[in-house]
């Protein structure tokens, strides 16, 4: 039997199950008051009742619990100055997927050096959720492995399915049955069909295997998720323009999907130049002011400083509020341009 599994597996550890994680790092009442509210007014603007813009803002990814700290401080405050327009959500991004190989995020590698220990990356992701709803702010993220959202989703008010794995139907069985609006971004190269067919597939109900809370392998019955929408994130070229949005209204009017749509203003949309962000945003604020009534949301990469850095052997060497995935804005450019955004919408 040992020659026929395992042969390319050196060693396997047990991790505690979602029920004994969240058992030592509880949710209280105002946790879950800062998540079902933070929901509740996605799904409403979402369904067009609420008429504010949602805002997914925050670091490419997590790295440094002190500079997350501090950002979501600095966000939690901005939050409440233009909140009666724009519903602010932090971008709390703890996996990376990649395209080949580098640093898989917090939760995989929480000590940046390749020790995998994956069980204290689980427990500081929780308990990093905990800190920001203790603060009244919402989290958005990426889900990526399947058995993640048991440890930390019921306090995540928001998720995206990243561009490399919107056409996977794990992914899309999964989105079918998490609790929370769900935003399929299009295809790496700017394709939005496997969106469209993502979230024709998370509407309807699934079956699939899982774990539940005890930790047991599990057949999951769901739904189907009726808050999935669209978020388009650019490809070989940007996808944010009228034309564009009115093409992409079109095919999601002919698939009979929600015709809502989140507009990353990084990654293919500001030509993998962080600075080109507050470019994007401009244009999405001046259709929404124009009337353009499926525009709902935008998402920006930032951070405390701008740019990015690669993670050094000597960790000591890195630079404290600076990304260690793709580059990012800084704070004070982000708080300068949510404002204005703020300003315009007034």
């Not at 597996?9 to 790092?25: F, N, R, Y």
Request: net charge neutral; glycine share 6%; hydrophobic share 35%.
């Amino acid at each position: 039997m040992k020659k026929l599994i395992n042969r390319n597996v050196e060693s396997s550890k047990p991790l505690p199950t979602p029920l004994e994680i969240k058992k030592s790092l509880p949710v209280t009442p105002q946790h879950e008051q800062t998540v079902m509210q933070a929901r509740n007014t996605i799904e409403a603007i979402l369904d067009g009742k609420d008429k504010r813009i949602f805002a997914v803002v925050g670091p490419c990814s997590i790295h440094d619990l002190q500079a997350a700290h501090e950002y979501a401080e600095k966000l939690s405050k901005l939050k409440q100055k233009i909140e009666d327009k724009i519903f602010v959500v932090m971008r709390v991004y703890f996996e990376k997927p990649r395209t080949t190989t580098g640093w898989k995020g917090l939760i995989n590698d929480p000590d940046l050096d390749d020790s995998f220990h994956i069980e204290k990356g689980i427990k500081i992701a929780r308990q990093l959720l905990l800190d920001f709803a203790q603060l009244g702010l919402a989290a958005g993220t990426e889900a990526l492995d399947p058995i993640i959202p048991q440890y930390i989703s019921e306090l995540i008010s928001w998720t995206a399915i990243g561009a490399r794995t919107t056409e996977s139907q794990t992914h899309r069985e999964m989105a079918s049955g998490l609790s929370m609006p769900i935003g399929f971004k299009n295809g790496t190269d700017g394709n939005i069909e496997v969106a469209l067919n993502a979230m024709k597939s998370a509407l309807k109900p699934h079956h699939f295997l899982g774990i539940d809370q005890d930790g047991k392998i599990t057949v999951f019955k769901t739904r189907g998720n009726r808050y999935c929408h669209m978020v388009l994130r650019g490809g070989k070229t940007p996808n944010y323009s009228p034309e564009q949005i009115a093409k992409v209204e079109n095919e999601l009017n002919k698939n009979n999907l929600p015709d809502k749509i989140v507009v990353d203003c990084s990654h293919g949309n500001s030509g993998k130049d962080y600075a080109k962000q507050p470019q994007v945003l401009t244009e999405v604020i001046a259709q929404i002011r124009q009337g353009n009534a499926s525009l709902v949301g935008v998402m920006l990469e930032s951070n405390l400083m701008a740019g990015r850095q690669d993670i050094p052997q000597d960790l000591k060497q890195l630079k404290y509020g600076v990304s260690v995935t793709d580059a990012c804005l800084d704070w004070e450019t982000t708080e300068k341009i949510l404002t204005e955004a703020y300003r315009q919408l007034k």
